[in-house]
């Protein structure tokens, strides 16, 4: 009860920005059944949104498949991060939780296992609830594509609205925001200068490595 | 698209995504990371969500360049507003669509 409890604020979150991909990737071409299928087996917004806009313009697999790989290496941080509150728990169920590790569950599941009164159960129901949801929503939204006329709604703004709320999430204090802005300063700078999707690993790595330095030097008062 | 390059791409997409979710939980758990690393993992998702962000609120184009006068950018105001004033995930995601909706109206 507590993982459907805690999955409600996404799942409020998943409903718009799935109907919005649902309807996007309609209007790409994809059948509902073939939205549900890339939301079943893929599961990241963020890349879903990408693979959509690449199919559409017409590019190859190849290039797809490694953005998508290159924009959820993301994850990686996440997953080694969850792990820190893990280590007892057998592997096949630590399979089945990585699955559903997105920047959304993980911002609820990391701080709530920070709070000590969270376990893998738990997270688990979470991340399925917001799986079954997503899958839904963007089900739903490939029905409804059709109908809704080009940029109705704002719908093409959901997904930026569910990063600004989640980075407020993270802002627990003046390391954080000092980390969310250089990051954000350098992933534009290389933005500009690189095309393609690098810049945000590469800004966002930059910015943590520095800040790790700060905190260090200025001690642990410097967390908030 | 055909059927079977739309199956490849999203099987693709599925192994290349499911990867780094799951070694780091497969491999890690069983040892203890060191202090520094640890604090390193706890500003990632800070730092990740701005560099998701920014670009997509500062940038246009293809090749990209800087401009400050998206919609997107304008609408990001007030939906941050909300965000910091409710911390409600589902509420900021209909405000910035509903903003945004109504500058794309004026």
């Known amino acids: ?224 | 698209m055909a059927e079977y390059d739309y199956l490849i791409i999203v099987l693709g997409m599925g192994f290349v995504t499911y990867l780094p979710r799951w070694a780091p939980l497969f491999f890690l758990s069983r040892r203890s990371l060191p202090q520094w690393f640890i604090r390193w993992l706890d500003l990632i998702p800070a730092a990740i969500l701005s560099a998701l962000l920014m670009p997509a609120l500062l940038t246009n184009g293809e090749p990209r360049h800087l401009d400050l006068l998206k919609p997107e950018l304008l609408a990001a105001v007030p939906t941050l507003l909300f965000a910091l004033k409710t911390k409600s995930l589902g509420g900021t995601v209909i405000v910035g669509m509903l903003v945004f909706w109504l500058l794309a109206q004026i």
């Open chain 1, 1 to 224: 009860m507590p993982g459907l409890a805690a999955s409600w604020p996404i799942c409020l979150g998943y409903i718009p920005i799935g109907i919005a991909f649902g309807v996007l990737a309609g209007k790409a071409g994809l059948t509902p059944f073939e939205i549900g299928l890339m939301s079943v087996v893929v599961f990241a917004g963020s890349a879903q949104f990408i693979a959509v806009s690449m199919i559409a313009s017409g590019t190859g697999a190849t290039a797809i498949i490694a953005t998508a790989f290159i924009v959820n290496l993301r994850h990686l941080l996440m997953s080694s991060a969850l792990a820190v509150f893990l280590k007892p728990e057998k592997r096949r169920k630590l399979s089945l939780f990585a699955y559903g590790v997105t920047d959304e569950s993980f911002a609820i599941n990391y701080s709530r296992f920070k709070t000590g009164k969270w376990n893998l159960n738990q997270a688990l129901v979470l991340n399925h609830t917001a799986n079954l949801v997503w899958v839904g929503s963007t089900v739903a939204g490939g029905f409804s594509g059709a109908l809704i006329p080009d940029g109705a709604f704002g719908i093409d703004y959901a997904l930026i609205a569910m990063f600004i709320c989640l980075l407020v999430f993270q802002l627990r204090g003046r390391i954080y925001i000092i980390t969310a802005v250089m990051a954000g300063i350098f992933a534009v700078i290389f933005a500009l200068i690189i095309p393609g999707n690098l810049h945000v690993i590469i800004g966002s790595v930059l910015a943590v490595t520095i800040c790790v330095f700060i905190k260090t030097e200025s001690g642990e008062n410097s967390d908030g």
